[in-house]
């Protein structure tokens, strides 16, 4: 188990806090992955975990033992970085046992961990080659095989697949997944494709200006997001944000005259792009443009004074210029507060049956 207290990290002379007071318990054998736009802090912390940087204030767990001053090689840590961090003079081999030769493990131990390594990630025929000669997917792989001979209990991964192409990235997802699962690791998996997140996580943290604004299961994430910066952030595209204003019978989506019965103290409603279809009454707009994506087609539509996404078959795709209504399920719109929180219908239940945390109290300021 990973535990994280009221972590805060300031560099010097910077006017803004890397880490803002982060608090994030790990449960052992999970795949935790820190998620958010570049900035946020989410390398920050893994290198807080790892030890490469100390925290200003805060403390840092592992198995309940108290790390926070602890080297980096003390703490039953290791760490895969985005840049895969290969020496190109070494053989594959020599790769992935560095770290035993340099700790001197017995030569006997050297080859057995090498030995399982090769044959978990199919290393076996690459041994003797150099980095170079390696494709992407290869040279992850040997980053991987150094990760795991160390037998250390928790796996730190720094943005690992994002130098790779889309088809191999996703093939890496499934692999890297099949791995924490065989050898019940503790990972912690920094990104920011929201794609590797939500298919590989157990638990996903969503972050923002060194704070966490949700944690929770991907389907909770994504069917009830806490706050407006969540539900833009995640899905693809993301959910269609309108502001809304006051009409006479209750608020209207801007420009419209339109109510989706939002409740007292809402301003902005949202609704996913694939939760919309067209109906005989509801939400007027116009599509102003396509997008074709294979199987779907992304139309753009104007509704009052915002833009909005509607993601339909593309056999059934409307044209631009043409005038729609679109409807939703009950269960498919969300509200917000002006502060961004979401307002939680009555009797909501959590998708993942897990109670999920809104970790970000002041975020406003």
Request: glycine share 8%.
């Amino acid at each position: 188990m990973v535990k994280i207290d009221n972590v805060c990290k300031h560099w010097p002379r910077s006017t803004t806090a890397a880490v803002n007071g982060l608090s994030l318990t790990v449960e052992k054998g999970t795949l935790v992955t820190l998620l958010g736009p570049s900035g946020c802090g989410k390398s920050t912390t893994l290198r807080l975990i790892a030890g490469l940087d100390l925290p200003t204030s805060g403390r840092i767990e592992i198995d309940g033992r108290d790390v926070t001053s602890v080297a980096p090689e003390a703490r039953g840590v290791s760490m895969v970085f985005q840049n895969y961090a290969l020496f190109p003079h070494l053989s594959v081999r020599d790769n992935i046992l560095f770290g035993l030769q340099v700790r001197r493990t017995p030569k006997a131990e050297q080859a057995l961990r090498l030995a399982e390594a090769a044959d978990l990630l199919g290393l076996a025929d690459l041994l003797d080659r150099r980095p170079a000669a390696l494709s992407g997917g290869q040279q992850q792989r040997v980053a991987l095989g150094r990760a795991v001979v160390a037998r250390k209990p928790i796996l730190l991964m720094d943005e690992p697949l994002s130098n790779l192409d889309a088809l191999l990235r996703q093939e890496m997802r499934h692999e890297l997944r099949a791995l924490q699962r065989k050898l019940g690791l503790t990972v912690l998996f920094v990104t920011h494709d929201q794609a590797e997140a939500m298919s590989m996580a157990d638990r996903i943290v969503l972050m923002k200006d060194g704070r966490i604004v949700q944690e929770d299961a991907p389907a909770d994430l994504y069917a009830r997001p806490r706050h407006a910066f969540a539900a833009r952030f995640i899905g693809a595209p993301a959910m269609n944000l309108m502001p809304l204003e006051p009409g006479p019978d209750g608020p209207v989506v801007a420009g419209t005259d339109f109510a989706p019965g939002a409740p007292d103290g809402a301003t902005q409603f949202g609704v996913r792009p694939e939760a919309l279809r067209p109906a005989a009454q509801g939400l007027p707009v116009i599509v102003e443009s396509q997008d074709y994506l294979g199987a779907e087609t992304l139309a753009l539509c104007r509704a009052g004074t915002t833009r909005i996404a509607l993601r339909l078959p593309s056999a059934s795709a409307p044209l631009p210029g043409t005038r729609l209504a679109l409807g939703w399920a009950p269960e498919d719109a969300h509200f917000f507060r002006a502060d961004d929180r979401r307002i939680e219908p009555a009797g909501a239940t959590s998708m993942a049956r897990a109670a999920p945390r809104t970790l970000i109290p002041n975020m406003e300021h």
